[in-house]
């Protein structure tokens, strides 16, 4: 199947005859591409090649099946890759450090919450009220007769979790990579 060229403009073909399965194998497919061509070219471009992508996709898929359509584009990284030849590879990867920001909150609140059930287990087995600190928040559980309960103190609680999320996504979306590009500097292959 032959690749739509970025340069054309994409023109809108009747609606997709694919059933749910097709539909959501080509939209996988093309997310995957996606992803690869994130940082790599322009995102009005992107949405270009993309558009053109589906359209073509949908096109040999109304001739031949769609396993047979997105075998002969190829794997979707080396599709990516023949449409980012001669890009500029210096541009952030925005989804890349949602994605990372993303994954540190989850994995601090599931050692957050571990640390804090761990500390009632064993509050509700010697009684009384305990305190103690997760990196820089202070975390309290208490066990008493008629209740027991959990809780988190301090600003600590909110910054501490934002920074590292700040820090992930920064690092994530190599977001320097702005400033490179516009003084001129910086290494295109970071």
Request: aromatic share 12%; net charge positive; hydrophobic share 45%.
């Amino acid at each position: 199947m032959a690749q739509p060229q970025p340069n054309q403009k994409a023109v809108r073909t009747k609606k997709s005859n694919l059933g749910i399965w097709d539909s959501v194998a080509r939209e996988r497919y093309l997310f995957m591409v996606d992803l690869h061509l994130d940082g790599r070219v322009p995102t009005r471009t992107r949405k270009q090649i993309l558009a053109d992508l589906r359209n073509a996709i949908d096109v040999e898929a109304g001739r031949t099946s769609l396993s047979e359509a997105l075998e002969g584009l190829g794997r979707p990284n080396e599709l990516a890759s023949s449409y980012a030849e001669g890009t500029d590879r210096s541009r952030p990867l925005w989804t890349v450090g949602v994605v990372a920001a993303l994954g540190i909150l989850l994995v601090y609140w599931v050692f957050l919450c571990l640390y804090t059930f761990g500390m009632l287990a064993v509050v509700t087995q010697v009684g009384g009220e305990f305190s103690a600190h997760f990196f820089f928040v202070e975390v309290m559980a208490f066990s008493q007769n008629e209740s027991v309960g959990i809780g988190w103190a301090g600003g600590a609680a909110l910054w501490f979790p934002l920074m590292l999320a700040f820090i992930a996504f920064i690092s994530g979306s190599r977001a320097w990579r702005m400033l490179g590009s516009r003084r001129g500097q910086g290494d295109k292959h970071l």
